[in-house]
């Protein structure tokens, strides 16, 4: 069960600045937005959502991993894994008020700093330039999860495992290897064998094909 955190100030300067990235925001609009947040601390393998619950929170993770998964009979298929400075919801499920196909769970303590779906509407209609910010957050969502698709589709595996060490070495590290080779759409034993060939410097594309794999 997550709990709400009371001294939130120094998480509250990182949303300021985070909503920054979309459309300027002075501190005085600023501090009309902050009664609608909540700052919220979960505990290593905390269900954040569950599957079948309708997801009434857009979330930023401050602190922490959270996976978002699809549960398909016995299998765990992961869809998202999101950091320090990244949105992750269910997001059909947010948008439509309808049950969710996904869970989220956090793979670290983590903190997360969270409005609620009916916060957000109100926060909309009071604060100054609120629709803009809005739409500049969806716009980043989408185009961020679009990415992730694409990655995953385009690049053959072994680029794909390439790729992706590159721009998230600390990874490796913090998530299970089972979750990052769902992620990456990647068998197990084929992302072990990369994992080992990165080891000993070898997972370069003259030495490693993906036919041998």
Do not use: C, W
């Not at 990655?151 to 490796?172: C, E, N, T």
């Amino acid at each position: 069960m997550s709990t709400v955190i009371a001294d939130s100030s120094s998480y509250l300067e990182f949303v300021h600045r985070y909503i920054q990235r979309f459309a300027p925001m002075p501190e005085e609009h600023f501090r009309m937005l902050s009664p609608y947040i909540e700052v919220r601390s979960v505990k290593k393998k905390e269900i954040i959502l569950k599957q079948g619950e309708v997801d009434n929170y857009l979330n930023l993770v401050v602190k922490g991993i959270v996976r978002k998964y699809l549960v398909s009979g016995k299998k765990e298929k992961t869809v998202q894994l999101a950091t320090e400075g990244h949105l992750i919801q269910s997001e059909i499920s947010f948008h439509r008020r309808v049950p969710s196909d996904v869970e989220l769970e956090a793979l670290e303590p983590t903190v997360l700093v969270s409005m609620h779906y009916e916060n957000i509407l109100l926060a909309l209609k009071t604060i100054p330039g609120g629709e803009e910010i809005a739409r500049g957050i969806i716009s980043y969502m989408f185009i961020k999860k679009d990415q992730r698709s694409y990655m995953r589709l385009k690049l053959p595996v072994r680029q794909r495992f390439l790729q992706y060490l590159q721009q998230h070495p600390h990874m490796l590290q913090r998530v299970p290897q089972k979750i990052l080779a769902s992620y990456l759409d990647i068998k197990p034993e084929t992302f072990s064998r990369l994992k080992h060939l990165v080891g000993k410097g070898e997972a370069s594309e003259k030495k490693v094909t993906d036919e041998s794999l």
